[in-house]
């Protein structure tokens, strides 16, 4: 079946510095999504990308979705501490309301 | 959007018992899901609820451990059903609701003694 891989696990940045995560896909998806998880909190939809080689940004944070529609990364500038969470990436293939999460990655922002 | 509510939060329950976790959305909607998230861990789907259907469950979840009701289009309920300590962990409900978007409620956490 399909499967998510989403690296790193867990990243520490000091404050200021920028920040990135990394899904890939198994297979080639239809569209992915990205979340952000805060700590004792549930996952909060931050964006939907769709088209091969798409970039979307959203202040500080770019998303990317890469041409082959099987990887993509959320980059984020200048790291704030209110961007402390769990970033998910979730892929779903053409045809499916149900996506692949991927594990997460966990941001500890250190002022 | 969607804004989801969820009944309990949180509860201790002692291991053998019950619980049903209620699911409450502010509008009508096809696709719901119940999920579990352990500590530190992703997403896994338990199953999709249908409206007037039996559930779908994903591999390695069965009906018997996680009955689910889905009288209509904005509620539903998951059962946590004869629960060791296992069990514990945080439960979400879901939905995908305009643009194929993808909300959760707040969870339940639930631990099992």
């Known amino acids: 079946g399909q499967q998510v891989m989403q690296i790193p696990q867990y990243q520490h940045v000091q404050e200021g510095e920028d920040f990135t995560t990394y899904c890939n896909s198994s297979t080639t998806l239809s569209n992915i999504q990205w979340y952000k998880q805060r700590p004792g909190g549930h996952p909060v939809f931050l964006i939907q990308?769709?088209?091969?080689?798409e970039v979307k940004k959203q202040k500080r944070l770019t998303f990317q979705f890469g041409e082959a529609k099987k990887n993509s990364s959320l980059h984020i500038t200048a790291t704030q501490t209110t961007d402390v969470g769990t970033y998910f990436c979730a892929g779903r293939n053409r045809g499916s309301y149900i996506p692949t999460f991927g594990r997460g990655t966990s941001l500890i922002v250190h002022p | 959007s969607a804004v989801i509510s969820q009944k309990p939060s949180r509860d201790i329950c002692q291991r053998g018992t019950s619980l049903t976790i209620q699911c409450q959305v502010d509008?009508?909607?096809?696709?719901m899901f119940w999920y579990r998230q352990q500590p530190g861990q992703s997403l896994t789907l338990i199953a999709t609820?249908?409206?007037?259907?039996?559930?779908?469950?994903e591999s390695g979840f069965v009906i018997d451990k996680f009955p689910i009701s889905r009288p209509n289009l904005t509620f539903s309920t998951l059962t946590v059903s004869n629960m060791s300590p296992e069990d514990s962990s945080i439960y979400l409900c879901?939905?995908?609701?305009?643009?194929?978007?993808?909300?959760f409620g707040p969870g339940t956490r639930l631990t099992v003694l």
């Open positions: 509008s009508q909607v096809t696709m």
């Open positions: 609820a249908n409206q007037g259907s039996e559930a779908t469950y």
């Open positions: 990308l769709v088209k091969s080689g």
């Open positions: 879901s939905v995908v609701a305009e643009g194929d978007t993808q909300y």
